[in-house]
């Protein structure tokens, strides 16, 4: 009789999560999300269309000849265009790439397209994971992801190891969409902790930008890598804002009702802050920019602001209930958007042209003030008790760039000694990647296999 009692309200406890869940979401729109962010300035965000339209390049079957160019083209000198792969060539362990020589722009770039529902290896890359299954330089990243990077080091490796030697003045750029994007930002750490292997590339020299990005590692990793991982969001767009696994949403997609009531509850009962103290949660990477075009309860599109900043807590942590969540995360609607921003904010400079030296003064300023924000957020993240979140970095984040690419080299020239000279994959690579032992030094991790069993 007592239990009979207790159904009722148990139900009534239920729907009053589920309302209060359902309420929170409905008045949650996409802009809420960066309210207090500041503005982003051309001279940063110059690089996202271009971006965009060096991904979409990987869609054409002939890019002299192409199918879906935006508006201009792609604006690729198809000469500079050094090599590229389709998934003949991938054989689904990751999705297609190009890289280009961008001359015009001081630029190396290796761009990877998002996700094709209809290849079934792209599905085996999202379910190649489980939280808490690979530990990387202190956090946790997605291991599919991680092991598709370390494939595309091992084949274009020599390649990129070249262009950086001969062009020393070059950015050496990692870009992807969706599934690229967590390719793109794992290519990044990888390249980053072991410059060495690409000529002693300058840190200063790697960056990436993942549009549409995958929550793809930890927190502590996404805020300390923020100095070279630059995240691009298009107002509502789901994917960033999906907190549960992206393989288990691809397991249960055949019981989906009782996956969003699960979701409600957890929603409902956690509070953020628990949250952030999960090391295994993944995140969307590195420095956040967020184009917003739309408001709550405003019809139509607005003029498109991109708003910027290192976020620790209120990183996309919920799913706008919107019609434009899936919209907004396909390649051509963030090339368009990013394209109208970023004329927006060159119309708003001065007509005339900037003198060379004042550009340099703004340039380096913009440095500093990201430095500056980076070092907050940092401080933030220990402030909040992220696991293994540090004040200072170690990895060359700021001042001792040269300290740790020299720490790193001294490592991995020992390792390939010992291995009698013997050439190491970049997939055995990323298995011994440096870890802190128990007084705070860093050591070759042990294998993954030996870590395992």
Request: aromatic letters at 8%; glycine letters at 6%; a neutral charge.
């Amino acid at each position: 009789m007592s239990l009979a009692c207790g159904i009722p309200l148990l139900e009534c406890v239920y729907c009053l999560a589920c309302a209060r869940w359902a309420w929170k979401r409905c008045l949650h729109s996409g802009a809420h999300d960066s309210d207090t962010w500041g503005l982003a300035s051309p001279e940063e965000f110059d690089p996202v269309p271009r971006m965009c339209r060096f991904i979409m390049a990987n869609y054409e079957t002939d890019i002299s000849n192409p199918q879906f160019a935006p508006p201009g083209g792609y604006q690729m000198d198809l000469n500079n265009i050094i090599t590229r792969k389709s998934y003949k060539d991938t054989k689904g362990r990751v999705t297609p790439y190009l890289i280009y020589l961008d001359h015009a722009h001081s630029d190396i770039v290796l761009a990877l397209r998002g996700l094709n529902l209809a290849i079934e290896g792209e599905y085996a890359v999202l379910l190649d994971n489980r939280l808490g299954k690979r530990k990387f330089d202190g956090g946790y990243v997605h291991n599919g992801l991680l092991r598709a990077a370390g494939w595309v080091l091992d084949r274009e490796c020599d390649i990129l190891k070249e262009l950086v030697e001969k062009y020393p003045s070059y950015n050496l750029t990692f870009a992807g969409h969706s599934l690229g994007s967590g390719v793109a930002a794992m290519l990044t750490m990888v390249v980053v902790l072991n410059r060495g292997k690409l000529g002693n590339v300058d840190r200063k020299r790697i960056r990436c930008f993942a549009l549409a990005p995958a929550r793809c590692m930890s927190l502590n990793l996404a805020v300390r890598y923020a100095d070279v991982i630059n995240s691009v969001v298009l107002q509502d767009d789901f994917l960033p804002r999906t907190a549960t696994p992206l393989e288990d949403i691809f397991k249960s997609i055949l019981c989906l009702p009782c996956l969003l009531c699960l979701r409600c509850m957890r929603d409902t009962c956690i509070p953020e802050d628990v949250l952030l103290r999960d090391p295994r949660r993944l995140y969307a990477p590195g420095r956040v920019y967020h184009i917003v075009e739309r408001k709550l309860f405003r019809c139509g599109k607005y003029p498109p602001v991109v708003k910027t900043a290192v976020p620790v807590d209120g990183r996309f942590e919920h799913i706008v209930m919107s019609c434009n969540a899936t919209q907004d995360h396909a390649i051509i609607s963030i090339q368009r958007e990013a394209q109208h921003a970023l004329d927006l904010m060159l119309d708003r400079e001065p007509a005339m042209s900037i003198p060379t030296n004042q550009k340099m003064e703004r340039q380096e300023t913009l440095r500093k003030e990201h430095v500056e924000e980076h070092k907050a957020a940092l401080r933030r993240a220990v402030t909040l008790s992220v696991p293994d979140a540090q004040c200072s970095s170690e990895y060359g984040t700021f001042d001792d760039s040269s300290n740790d690419g020299s720490h790193h080299e001294e490592s991995n020239s020992s390792e390939s000694s010992n291995r009698s000279r013997q050439r190491i994959s970049w997939a055995e690579l990323i298995d011994r990647i440096f870890e802190k032992d128990e007084s705070g030094h860093m050591v070759v991790r042990k294998s993954l296999s030996q870590s395992e069993s």
